[in-house]
Protein backbone atom coordinates (compact mmCIF):
# COMPACT_ATOMS: atom_id res chain seq x y z
CA UNK A 1 0.00 0.00 0.00
CA UNK A 2 0.84 3.59 -0.65
CA UNK A 3 0.70 6.13 1.64
CA UNK A 4 2.02 9.74 2.38
CA UNK A 5 3.60 10.47 5.87
CA UNK A 6 1.78 13.43 7.64
CA UNK A 7 3.48 13.36 11.21
CA UNK A 8 6.71 11.73 12.12
CA UNK A 9 7.60 11.05 15.62
CA UNK A 10 11.08 9.19 15.47
CA UNK A 11 10.29 5.03 15.71
CA UNK A 12 6.69 6.09 14.49
CA UNK A 13 4.90 7.62 11.55
CA UNK A 14 1.21 8.73 10.90
CA UNK A 15 0.40 7.70 7.16
CA UNK A 16 -2.60 8.73 4.94
CA UNK A 17 -3.13 6.36 2.36
CA UNK A 18 -4.22 6.42 -0.64
CA UNK A 19 -7.16 5.54 0.00
CA UNK A 20 -7.75 8.04 2.87
CA UNK A 21 -6.94 5.99 5.82
CA UNK A 22 -4.99 7.13 8.86
CA UNK A 23 -2.44 4.72 9.96
CA UNK A 24 0.16 4.80 12.69
CA UNK A 25 3.31 3.13 11.18
CA UNK A 26 6.51 1.52 12.43
CA UNK A 27 9.47 1.92 11.01
CA UNK A 28 11.96 -0.83 10.59
CA UNK A 29 14.77 -2.21 8.46
CA UNK A 30 13.97 0.66 6.07
CA UNK A 31 16.63 1.50 3.55
CA UNK A 32 16.78 4.41 1.16
CA UNK A 33 19.19 4.35 -1.75
CA UNK A 34 20.76 7.92 -1.52
CA UNK A 35 23.53 7.13 0.29
CA UNK A 36 24.91 10.73 0.77
CA UNK A 37 22.79 11.91 3.47
CA UNK A 38 23.38 11.04 6.74
CA UNK A 39 20.31 11.83 8.66
CA UNK A 40 18.80 11.54 12.39
CA UNK A 41 15.51 10.66 11.43
CA UNK A 42 14.94 8.40 8.17
CA UNK A 43 11.29 9.32 7.46
CA UNK A 44 10.28 12.61 7.50
CA UNK A 45 6.94 14.66 6.87
CA UNK A 46 5.63 14.60 2.88
CA UNK A 47 7.54 11.12 1.98
CA UNK A 48 6.05 9.12 -0.08
CA UNK A 49 6.08 5.86 1.37
CA UNK A 50 5.06 1.85 0.80
CA UNK A 51 3.62 0.14 3.49
CA UNK A 52 2.77 -3.67 4.83
CA UNK A 53 0.24 -5.06 7.20
CA UNK A 54 -0.01 -8.18 8.70
CA UNK A 55 -3.40 -7.49 8.63
CA UNK A 56 -4.08 -8.89 12.05
CA UNK A 57 -4.14 -5.95 13.90
CA UNK A 58 -0.81 -5.48 14.04
CA UNK A 59 0.92 -1.96 13.39
CA UNK A 60 1.48 -1.56 10.02
CA UNK A 61 5.26 -1.15 8.71
CA UNK A 62 6.91 1.26 6.06
CA UNK A 63 9.00 -1.10 4.00
CA UNK A 64 10.45 1.53 1.25
CA UNK A 65 10.67 5.64 0.96
CA UNK A 66 10.31 7.07 -2.46
CA UNK A 67 12.69 8.91 -3.66
CA UNK A 68 12.40 12.61 -2.86
CA UNK A 69 11.72 15.42 -5.14
CA UNK A 70 13.05 17.80 -2.47
CA UNK A 71 13.79 18.53 1.49
CA UNK A 72 14.15 20.62 4.42
CA UNK A 73 17.43 19.92 6.73
CA UNK A 74 18.42 21.34 9.58
CA UNK A 75 21.56 20.32 11.47
CA UNK A 76 21.24 17.92 14.24
CA UNK A 77 22.65 20.02 17.69
CA UNK A 78 24.44 17.16 18.60
CA UNK A 79 27.98 17.32 17.32
CA UNK A 80 27.75 14.27 14.62
CA UNK A 81 28.09 15.19 10.97
CA UNK A 82 23.93 14.26 10.94
CA UNK A 83 21.00 16.23 9.21
CA UNK A 84 17.39 16.07 10.58
CA UNK A 85 14.90 16.14 7.50
CA UNK A 86 12.18 18.73 8.55
CA UNK A 87 10.24 17.59 5.66
CA UNK A 88 9.91 16.48 2.17
CA UNK A 89 8.09 16.93 -1.46
CA UNK A 90 7.35 20.67 -0.64
CA UNK A 91 5.40 21.44 -3.97
CA UNK A 92 5.71 24.87 -3.01
CA UNK A 93 6.64 27.41 -0.47
CA UNK A 94 4.80 31.03 -0.19
CA UNK A 95 7.02 33.67 0.79
CA UNK A 96 4.29 36.39 2.37
CA UNK A 97 5.38 39.77 2.07
CA UNK A 98 4.24 42.78 3.75
CA UNK A 99 5.72 46.26 2.57
CA UNK A 100 5.26 47.71 6.10
CA UNK A 101 3.68 46.24 9.17
CA UNK A 102 6.21 44.66 9.41
CA UNK A 103 8.27 46.00 5.65
CA UNK A 104 10.32 42.74 4.02
CA UNK A 105 13.13 43.84 2.19
CA UNK A 106 13.58 42.52 -0.88
CA UNK A 107 17.24 41.03 0.67
CA UNK A 108 14.98 39.34 2.85
CA UNK A 109 12.68 38.23 0.06
CA UNK A 110 16.13 36.98 -1.93
CA UNK A 111 17.60 35.03 0.78
CA UNK A 112 14.83 32.95 1.26
CA UNK A 113 14.27 32.90 -2.56
CA UNK A 114 17.88 31.45 -2.85
CA UNK A 115 17.48 29.40 -0.28
CA UNK A 116 14.56 27.81 -1.75
CA UNK A 117 16.25 27.34 -5.43
CA UNK A 118 19.20 25.84 -3.50
CA UNK A 119 16.49 23.28 -2.01
CA UNK A 120 14.82 22.92 -5.41
CA UNK A 121 11.55 23.88 -3.54
CA UNK A 122 9.27 25.95 -6.07
CA UNK A 123 8.66 29.44 -4.27
CA UNK A 124 5.93 32.36 -4.79
CA UNK A 125 5.58 35.86 -3.42
CA UNK A 126 2.39 36.15 -2.06
CA UNK A 127 2.11 40.42 -0.82
CA UNK A 128 -0.43 40.45 1.74
CA UNK A 129 -2.21 43.14 3.38
CA UNK A 130 -3.36 44.79 0.08
CA UNK A 131 -6.22 46.56 1.62
CA UNK A 132 -3.25 48.83 3.63
CA UNK A 133 -1.86 50.04 0.56
CA UNK A 134 -4.23 51.61 -1.90
CA UNK A 135 -4.47 54.46 -0.65
CA UNK A 136 -0.75 55.64 -0.67
CA UNK A 137 0.64 56.71 -3.75
CA UNK A 138 4.27 55.53 -2.23
CA UNK A 139 3.27 52.46 -1.22
CA UNK A 140 1.53 51.90 -4.62
CA UNK A 141 5.08 52.82 -6.60
CA UNK A 142 7.10 50.17 -4.03
CA UNK A 143 4.15 47.07 -4.78
CA UNK A 144 4.75 47.62 -8.65
CA UNK A 145 8.67 47.66 -8.03
CA UNK A 146 8.48 44.61 -6.05
CA UNK A 147 6.19 43.24 -8.65
CA UNK A 148 8.18 44.10 -11.40
CA UNK A 149 11.21 42.40 -9.98
CA UNK A 150 9.65 39.47 -9.04
CA UNK A 151 7.49 38.48 -11.96
CA UNK A 152 10.82 39.55 -14.15
CA UNK A 153 12.97 36.70 -12.39
CA UNK A 154 9.68 34.34 -13.11
CA UNK A 155 8.42 34.02 -9.96
CA UNK A 156 4.71 34.18 -9.53
CA UNK A 157 3.52 37.11 -7.68
CA UNK A 158 -0.25 36.97 -6.27
CA UNK A 159 -1.28 40.65 -4.54
CA UNK A 160 -3.71 39.67 -1.94
CA UNK A 161 -5.81 41.07 1.77
CA UNK A 162 -6.39 38.22 4.44
CA UNK A 163 -8.40 41.08 5.64
CA UNK A 164 -10.69 41.53 2.97
CA UNK A 165 -10.58 38.16 0.89
CA UNK A 166 -8.65 39.55 -2.09
CA UNK A 167 -7.43 36.93 -4.41
CA UNK A 168 -7.50 34.75 -1.75
CA UNK A 169 -8.95 32.59 -4.45
CA UNK A 170 -5.87 32.91 -6.60
CA UNK A 171 -4.01 31.48 -3.65
CA UNK A 172 -6.52 28.64 -3.05
CA UNK A 173 -6.16 27.97 -6.14
CA UNK A 174 -2.44 27.64 -6.60
CA UNK A 175 -2.51 25.53 -3.31
CA UNK A 176 -4.56 22.67 -4.30
CA UNK A 177 -3.14 19.19 -4.96
CA UNK A 178 0.22 20.71 -3.00
CA UNK A 179 2.53 20.29 -0.02
CA UNK A 180 2.69 24.20 0.97
CA UNK A 181 4.88 26.01 3.38
CA UNK A 182 4.43 29.27 4.25
CA UNK A 183 7.17 31.50 4.94
CA UNK A 184 7.61 35.32 6.09
CA UNK A 185 8.20 37.71 8.91
CA UNK A 186 6.27 37.29 11.73
CA UNK A 187 3.15 39.71 11.95
CA UNK A 188 3.41 39.51 7.75
CA UNK A 189 -0.36 37.43 7.53
CA UNK A 190 0.56 34.01 6.99
CA UNK A 191 -1.38 32.72 10.00
CA UNK A 192 -4.41 35.03 8.79
CA UNK A 193 -4.60 33.67 5.24
CA UNK A 194 -3.98 30.20 6.03
CA UNK A 195 -6.96 30.28 8.95
CA UNK A 196 -9.55 32.06 6.42
CA UNK A 197 -8.38 29.93 3.13
CA UNK A 198 -8.71 26.99 5.36
CA UNK A 199 -10.83 27.96 8.14
CA UNK A 200 -11.08 25.20 11.33
CA UNK A 201 -7.07 24.78 10.96
CA UNK A 202 -5.47 25.81 13.99
CA UNK A 203 -1.77 26.22 13.13
CA UNK A 204 0.49 25.69 15.93
CA UNK A 205 3.51 27.74 13.59
CA UNK A 206 3.10 28.66 9.75
CA UNK A 207 6.27 30.25 10.04
CA UNK A 208 10.04 29.57 8.92
CA UNK A 209 11.40 32.73 9.18
CA UNK A 210 9.91 33.57 12.02
CA UNK A 211 13.22 36.02 13.85
CA UNK A 212 11.13 37.24 16.21
CA UNK A 213 9.40 34.02 17.76
CA UNK A 214 12.84 31.56 18.06
CA UNK A 215 12.46 29.38 20.49
CA UNK A 216 8.92 30.10 20.75
CA UNK A 217 7.44 26.31 19.92
CA UNK A 218 7.00 23.69 22.58
CA UNK A 219 6.17 20.94 20.17
CA UNK A 220 9.14 19.05 18.08
CA UNK A 221 7.35 17.02 15.97
CA UNK A 222 6.28 17.80 11.94
CA UNK A 223 2.91 17.26 10.82
CA UNK A 224 0.94 17.79 7.56
CA UNK A 225 -2.38 19.17 7.98
CA UNK A 226 -4.49 18.46 4.66
CA UNK A 227 -6.44 21.19 4.17
CA UNK A 228 -8.70 20.83 1.25
CA UNK A 229 -8.45 17.53 -0.67
CA UNK A 230 -5.17 16.83 -1.33
CA UNK A 231 -3.88 19.76 -0.38
CA UNK A 232 -1.46 20.04 2.62
CA UNK A 233 0.13 22.57 5.04
CA UNK A 234 3.43 21.62 6.66
CA UNK A 235 3.27 22.91 10.73
CA UNK A 236 7.05 22.10 11.94
CA UNK A 237 8.95 23.27 14.15
CA UNK A 238 12.26 24.72 13.77
CA UNK A 239 11.02 25.21 9.77
CA UNK A 240 11.72 28.35 11.14
CA UNK A 241 15.30 28.19 10.31
CA UNK A 242 15.07 28.02 6.84
CA UNK A 243 16.57 31.32 5.66
CA UNK A 244 19.89 30.12 6.53
CA UNK A 245 21.24 27.70 4.41
CA UNK A 246 25.44 27.83 3.89
CA UNK A 247 26.70 28.93 0.56
CA UNK A 248 29.62 29.74 -0.93
CA UNK A 249 29.71 33.58 -1.93
CA UNK A 250 31.09 32.43 -5.32
CA UNK A 251 27.74 29.98 -5.47
CA UNK A 252 25.10 33.02 -4.85
CA UNK A 253 24.59 34.15 -8.57
CA UNK A 254 23.76 30.70 -9.55
CA UNK A 255 20.90 30.55 -7.49
CA UNK A 256 19.21 34.12 -8.73
CA UNK A 257 17.18 32.41 -11.79
CA UNK A 258 17.07 35.59 -13.88
CA UNK A 259 20.93 35.45 -13.91
CA UNK A 260 21.84 32.52 -16.14
CA UNK A 261 21.36 34.62 -19.07
CA UNK A 262 23.41 37.11 -18.70
CA UNK A 263 26.39 34.93 -17.03
CA UNK A 264 27.26 33.55 -20.42
CA UNK A 265 28.56 37.08 -21.43
CA UNK A 266 30.41 37.74 -18.67
CA UNK A 267 34.52 38.48 -19.29
CA UNK A 268 35.31 36.75 -15.98
CA UNK A 269 35.04 33.08 -14.85
CA UNK A 270 35.61 33.83 -11.35
CA UNK A 271 33.48 37.19 -11.34
CA UNK A 272 31.11 37.90 -8.39
CA UNK A 273 29.13 40.37 -10.25
CA UNK A 274 29.40 43.03 -8.02
CA UNK A 275 32.38 45.44 -8.41
CA UNK A 276 33.89 44.17 -11.66
CA UNK A 277 33.91 46.01 -14.85
CA UNK A 278 30.69 45.40 -17.26
P1 LIG B 1 1.91 35.80 11.15
O1 LIG B 1 2.79 36.12 12.31
O2 LIG B 1 2.65 35.89 9.87
O3 LIG B 1 1.18 34.51 11.28
O4 LIG B 1 0.83 36.98 11.09
P2 LIG B 1 -0.68 37.01 11.62
O5 LIG B 1 -1.56 36.21 10.74
O6 LIG B 1 -0.69 36.71 13.07
O7 LIG B 1 -1.04 38.55 11.37
C1 LIG B 1 -0.37 39.61 12.02
C2 LIG B 1 -1.29 40.81 12.12
O8 LIG B 1 -1.57 41.33 10.82
C3 LIG B 1 -2.64 40.49 12.75
O9 LIG B 1 -2.99 41.56 13.58
C4 LIG B 1 -3.56 40.40 11.57
O10 LIG B 1 -4.88 40.74 11.90
C5 LIG B 1 -2.96 41.40 10.61
N1 LIG B 1 -3.26 41.08 9.20
C6 LIG B 1 -3.09 39.89 8.60
N2 LIG B 1 -3.46 39.97 7.31
C7 LIG B 1 -3.86 41.24 7.08
C8 LIG B 1 -4.36 41.95 5.93
O11 LIG B 1 -4.52 41.42 4.83
N3 LIG B 1 -4.63 43.28 6.10
C9 LIG B 1 -4.48 43.91 7.28
N4 LIG B 1 -4.79 45.21 7.32
N5 LIG B 1 -4.03 43.27 8.38
C10 LIG B 1 -3.73 41.95 8.29
Not at 60 to 76: F, G, V
Not at 131 to 141: A, F, P, S, T
Not at 203 to 214: E, V
Request: net charge negative; aromatic share 8%; proline share 3%.
Amino acid sequence: MKGLVIKSTGSFATVRTEKGNILDCRLKGVFRKDGGLRTTNPVAVGDRVEITSAGNGETPWITEIEDRDNYLIRKSINLSKEAHVLAANIDRAYVVVTLHSPRTSMGFIDRVLLTCEAYHISAAIVINKADLYQENEKDMDLLAAYIDVYETAGYPVMLVSAASGMNLDLLKNDMTGKICLFTGHSGSGKSSLVNRICPGLELKTAGISDAHNKGRHTTTFAELHEVFDNTYIIDTPGVKEFGVIDMDKTEIRDYFREFPEYAANCKFSNCMHVNEPQ
